[in-house]
């Protein structure tokens, strides 16, 4: 069962809003469509892995994507995290093709491709991090001590090749290793070796409540590269790909012959990560270029938000947290 499903992260969010709303000779446009074409990369090989997470045996499993808990010192998240009565899962994914050269003396993970070769930061050592620190979360918030936790790294691309720099450890990285399609087989070596109940279903439900509650999303803050003076108001058509439409008649109509009755939620949502994570409906009105303030207000009152504040005051905001967060950077 997955209790946190997987979502697009903010800054890949941030950069599709501003890929809409930037001037076409914006100096970092290059540098965003670079990044965002990464993260995807990297968010479609995330999301490949659920597919192979369905094929687990379901009984008393819960999934978890993303989850971020404080550490000692601020905060670690875990790309995915599995859940059961008798053990618990780590799974850090990684989208890297080529030839993976794992090398536990350097503590380096070093990827040939092309005839070149590219360093990363060792993945082993991040994912055993995060079980240090999962371990702390558990005994410290938790009151549960002792209780069995495995890391591994998955690789998405089956063609990537795993390879070892010294022989000698081959069998300590592969036991960590492995493509996402091998994921089953040890998970089920653990779920055997692990038979006996250790947690009473009271204490798996409260576990699950605790894990949700002290989840922290991380909120980047926009690039300093691109001030706020930067992003064009507008009404984005999909059709043609420009900030171009109007309101006319009950309908958002682009001089493409395009026509929507809900364009205007894409741009309010650009606001609200772009802008500021509160808009009121005079904010509105100008940023969706409207003649009419309570046209904007009728459409912030249709849309999933929070309400807060009263008469002129009165705004609208998607994620409580977000506004907490932006407000102290």
Known sequence: ??????????RLLMDEALLRRLPPRHNFLPSIRSNYAKGLVGYKGECNIIYYLKKLP?????????????ATVGYFEMDAFLLTPTFAVIIEIKNISGTLHFDTRAKQLVRSKFGTEQGFADPLLQVEEQKEQLQHFLSEHCKLDN???????????????????????????????????????????????????????????????????????????????VKQTDILPGVYCEHC???????????????????????????IYD?????????????????????????????????????????????YFKDAQCISIAHTT
């Open 58 to 70: 379901q009984d008393k499993l819960s999934i978890y994507f993303n989850l971020r808990l404080p």
């Open 1 to 10: 069962m997955i209790v946190k499903p997987q979502q697009k992260p903010y």
């Open 241 to 267: 790909q420009w900030l171009s439409m109007e309101w006319i008649r009950r309908r958002w109509r682009c001089k493409c012959g395009h026509v929507s009755t809900n364009a205007h939620e894409q741009a």
């Open 271 to 315: 606001y609200l990560l772009l802008i500021q994570p509160h808009i009121h409906s005079s904010d509105c009105m100008h940023f969706l270029k409207l003649r009419n303030r309570y046209i904007a207000r009728r459409f912030l009152q249709d849309m999933p938000l929070t309400k807060a504040g009263s008469g002129n005051m009165q705004y």
């Open 147 to 225: 209780f069995p936790i495995y890391a591994i790294v998955a690789i998405s691309d089956t063609e990537t090749i795993i390879k070892t720099t010294h022989p000698s450890e081959r069998a300590v990285i592969f036991n960590q290793v492995m493509h996402f399609p091998a994921i089953k087989s040890r998970y089920n070596e653990w779920r055997s070796k692990h038979h006996h109940v250790t947690l009473p279903p009271f204490k798996i439900t409260q576990l699950q409540q605790q894990l949700l509650h002290y989840h922290q999303p991380f909120f980047p803050t926009i690039y300093d590269s």
